[in-house]
């Protein structure tokens, strides 16, 4: 399976019109890229990437995926996709999500998920089968298991911890790495060090969630561009490791839905919209009505049992709340009287 070195990721072009949803897929496509990922999950995403790419399916690799654990489910989410897609076959059909144990054991288990895939493979309904998880451990036993010929998962100079062993022992394996979160889900700004970063990689596949053409052009242009990381560009990647440290939400959603409403992933970015947005907008309507939201937690810790990174969720969310009512409130000193 040979694919352009950039996939186009599938999540982003929900939140379009659906002519521009099918404007922007053309246009990647256009630059070249092949591999297109989306899920079952992702509401309007394929049947979007269907009408985009009609009449062109020819040389494009098509992945999307089920996150269902049950065979019915399965069955069901792939005859979807088919239909959504309007193809007849896909390319690469991804276990969604599988980031605990217990998960893999359910989508192996004999007679369960794997098989209907695999069926689905003997009859040419499908070419390939993956997973996708955001679990180290995990990760690295779907891909021992020999039963999934690609791993998904997160992977940027901030969260790097598969560059180790995960890389390495998918090659072993024979196992195809494509990477999601080039950009940390929105933590990383500077593209070009991101992509620069993992294009050292050879051999890897990088998704990126895209909305407009631009930032496919600007991607495509760092891939053709030099490639070497200079001394301040390795300064400022190593500074904002720091900034991170380990504790930091990824902002996949797992964590939803949340029993009081609160947009978790959006409150925990309140450190990194604390650097980027004027005061002015921090502390104004829109963003204050989310994480004063957060405020009515109840601290049922559900949220933190479907957290894959563990995050302690209840503790992160009172501490934003917390530095948000202070900064509010030395912003507002700090304004002229009328
Ligand atoms: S602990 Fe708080 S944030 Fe998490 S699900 Fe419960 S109410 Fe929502
Ligand atoms: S809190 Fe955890 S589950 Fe929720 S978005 Fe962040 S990393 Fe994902």
Redesign the pocket.
């Known amino acids: 399976m040979l694919v352009s070195r950039l996939g186009f990721g599938g999540i982003p072009i929900q939140r379009l019109s659906e002519d521009d949803a099918i404007a922007v897929v053309k246009k990647c496509l256009d630059l070249g890229i092949t591999f297109l990922d989306t899920a079952n999950l992702y509401t309007t995403s394929e049947e979007r990437i269907g009408k985009a790419i009609a009449g062109r399916r020819e040389g494009l690799v098509l992945a999307t995926k089920s996150a269902s654990r049950k065979r019915e489910g399965v069955e069901k989410h792939l005859n979807l996709s088919l239909m959504r897609l309007n193809v007849k076959y896909i390319d690469l059909y991804q276990f969604h999500g599988v980031s605990d144990k217990a998960s893999l054991d359910m989508v192996l288990a004999p007679g369960g998920p794997i098989t209907v895939v695999e069926k689905a493979r003997d009859e040419g309904l499908v070419k390939h089968i993956g997973i996708t998880s955001h679990q180290i451990d995990v990760a690295k036993e779907a891909v021992k298991s020999g039963r999934f010929e690609t791993i998904l998962f997160p992977f940027n100079f901030v969260t790097a911890e598969a560059a180790d062993e995960l890389i390495p022992l998918a090659k072993k394996h024979d196992v195809g790495f494509i990477v999601m979160k080039p950009l940390s889900g929105g933590m990383i700004d500077n593209a070009k060090i991101a992509f620069k970063y993992l294009f050292q990689f050879p051999d890897i596949l990088t998704i990126v969630g895209i909305e407009k053409a631009q930032e496919i052009e600007e991607i495509v242009g760092i891939l053709e561009g030099p490639r070497t990381i200079t001394p301040a560009e390795k300064k400022e990647m190593q500074k904002l490791k720091e900034q991170l440290g380990t504790k930091f939400c990824h902002r996949c959603d797992y ?1 939803q839905p ?3 409403d ?1 947009m ?1 992933s959006t409150v925990m970015m309140y450190p990194s919209l604390v650097r980027r947005l004027p005061s002015e907008h921090l502390f104004s309507g829109l963003w204050g009505g989310v994480i004063e939201k ?1 405020a ?9 049992e479907r957290c894959p990174y563990h995050l302690p ?2 503790e992160l ?1 009172a501490e934003y709340v917390k530095q948000y009512r202070e900064g509010k409130l030395k912003h507002e000193k700090a304004q002229p009287s009328a």
């Open positions: 964590c949340c029993t009081e609160i978790i957060a009515n937690c109840t601290e049922c810790g559900e949220c933190e969720i209840r969310l």
